[in-house]
C-alpha cells in the first residue's frame, strides 16, 4: 500500500510565526487531503488538494503530485491552530480507503 | 446541519468482552467509513460502507464487523476484545462513495480495554 510519511513529527511556535509542514507519498494518487485534529480528538478537514494549490484564511496547501509531496503552510500561527495535522491519501488501487500519515503535533505558544 | 455524530463517547470494556459503536452520517450522506486511531498514531481504515454493504475493507481481523442501515446510519463491532483494541474510532461519512468527495469525521468513541 502507499506509505504516507509526515514532517516534522512535532513543531513548537511562537503565535504569529509562519510555518510548513511536509507530506511525502510513496505512489501516485487521486485523493489527498489535510486534516486537524483538536485535543478533543475531532478530525477537521482543511483541504482536498490532489494537485495544485489552494487558500482558505491563513492556511493553505500546495501538492506537487508529479513529486509526491504535499505542503500546508500556517501562517501568523494562532494558539488555537495547536494540535495534530494528518495528511491523507488514497488512489485507485487504494479505492475508498484513505492511508493516513503520523501527523504533525504543533502547538503555539501565547 | 448535524454533523457526524457517535455514540457512546467513551466506554470501558473487559478483555473478551463485545462491544457496538454507533455513528450517524451528516446529514445527506450516505457512505460510511470506519477508523481506529491507536494512541500517537494517525487513522487506520477498518471498512466503508456504501448502500448497506462493507465496501471496501482494511487490514483488519474478523473479529472487527460492521452494518450500515437504510437510514445511512452505521455500527462498529467488535468481538473478543484484546488489549490492543484500545483505542479512538472514529466515523467519516461522505456521499456517493467516491473516493473524492470530501470526508467529514465524528468526534470519535474512545475504548478503553482492561
Known amino acids: ?32 487531503q489535510w486534516f486537524h485534529q ?47 495535522y494528518f495528511c491523507a491519501v488514497g488512489n485507485n488501487n487504494a479505492g475508498n480507503m484513505l492511508t493516513f500519515g503520523g501527523g504533525t503535533r504543533l502547538m503555539v505558544k501565547p | 446541519d448535524a454533523g457526524v455524530t457517535q455514540s457512546p463517547t467513551h466506554l470501558i470494556k473487559t478483555r473478551g468482552q463485545q462491544v457496538t459503536l454507533r455513528c450517524s452520517p451528516k446529514s445527506g450522506h450516505d457512505t460510511v467509513s470506519w477508523y481506529q486511531q491507536a494512541l500517537g498514531q494517525g487513522p487506520q ?14 487490514n483488519f481481523p474478523d473479529r472487527f464487523s460492521g452494518h450500515q442501515f437504510p437510514n445511512y ?6 468481538n473478543a476484545l484484546l488489549l ?9 461519512s461522505s456521499l456517493g462513495g467516491n473516493p473524492g468527495n470530501t470526508i467529514y469525521f465524528g468526534e470519535g468513541s474512545w475504548l478503553t480495554v482492561v
Not at chain 1, 511562537?14 to 485523493?31: I, K, M, P, Y
Not at chain 2, 477498518?46 to 462493507?54: A, G, K, L, S, T
Open chain 1, 1 to 32: 500500500g502507499i506509505q504516507v510519511e509526515q514532517s516534522p513529527p512535532d513543531l513548537i511556535l511562537q503565535e504569529g510565526a509562519n510555518s510548513t509542514l511536509r507530506c511525502n507519498f510513496s505512489d501516485s494518487v487521486n485523493n489527498l
Open chain 1, 38 to 84: 483538536n485535543p478533543w480528538g475531532q478530525l477537521i478537514n482543511l483541504f482536498y488538494i490532489p494537485s495544485g494549490t489552494k487558500q482558505n484564511g491563513r492556511l493553505s496547501a500546495t501538492t506537487v503530485a508529479t513529486e509526491r509531496y504535499s505542503l500546508l503552510y500556517i501562517s501568523s500561527s494562532q494558539t488555537t491552530d495547536s494540535g495534530v
Open chain 2, 45 to 58: 481504515f477498518i471498512f466503508q460502507y456504501y448502500e448497506e454493504e462493507e465496501r471496501q475493507r482494511g
Open chain 2, 73 to 78: 446510519s452505521s455500527e462498529l463491532n467488535v
Open chain 2, 84 to 92: 490492543g483494541d484500545s483505542a479512538l474510532y472514529l466515523c467519516a
